[in-house]
């Protein structure tokens, strides 16, 4: 059994679209980030960063103690390796998986995260910030884009890099990108999108956080630290 420490943002997505696609058990424990629940004494033994998501396995490999795991990246990476699904043992496709899934962590979700603070949450709109993410994020959506052009996942079959990537490219319109401009990445997202897998891990998100409120003044303050003299 699988403790899923979970908010529905993209990066808690990308785990439910393992554990959804595998049926793998697994417990949600809502950390709702709006309200502060990441900073709560008993899931920073978990998750020190503070951050969604975080996973504890209950019946690790090893039969040994229970294995907490945070960073969604090593999450993935963990869940793959513990079932031996969605990452190629093969030596070469292995570390092309990595190479893909690290992008993510460090290319993709950062300029994409930026990309919805300066546009939509920051207090102040800021051209040169807004234009400076929207560029690299297309940038971003370029490169992945040509990587699709011969393939029809990032590497291989369906793996945990397309899983990283596919719920920062959900929000595509809010980052302000057009996906006719990219048809191959266009293409491989309508695949994602219609497996009954990804259905089910985006279905969470009703039960979890019902009509996904938009973040208030009140979230805001405890996301980004702002108070009344920062807007
Ligand atoms: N690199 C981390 C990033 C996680 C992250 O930024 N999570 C966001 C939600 S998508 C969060 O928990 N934010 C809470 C906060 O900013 O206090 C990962 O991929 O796990």
Redesign the pocket.
Known sequence: MIDLYY?T????H?ITLFLEETGLEYTIHP?N?GKGD??APEFLKIAP??????IVDNNPNDHGDAIPV????A?LQYLAEKTGKFMSSDLRARIQTLEWLNWQ?GGL??MA?QNHHFGQYAPEKIDYAINRYVKETGRLYGVLDHRLQDREFIVGDYSIADMACYPWVVPHERQMQNLDDFPNLKRWFETIAARPATERAYAVVDRINPGQPPNDDEAKK???GLNNDDK
Not at 70 to 73: A, T
């Open positions: 908010w943002t993209p990066n808690g990308k950390i980030i990441q900073f960063n503070n951050r969604i998501p975080a945070f960073e969604s990246g999450i962590m979700g950062p995260g405890i996301l980004f």
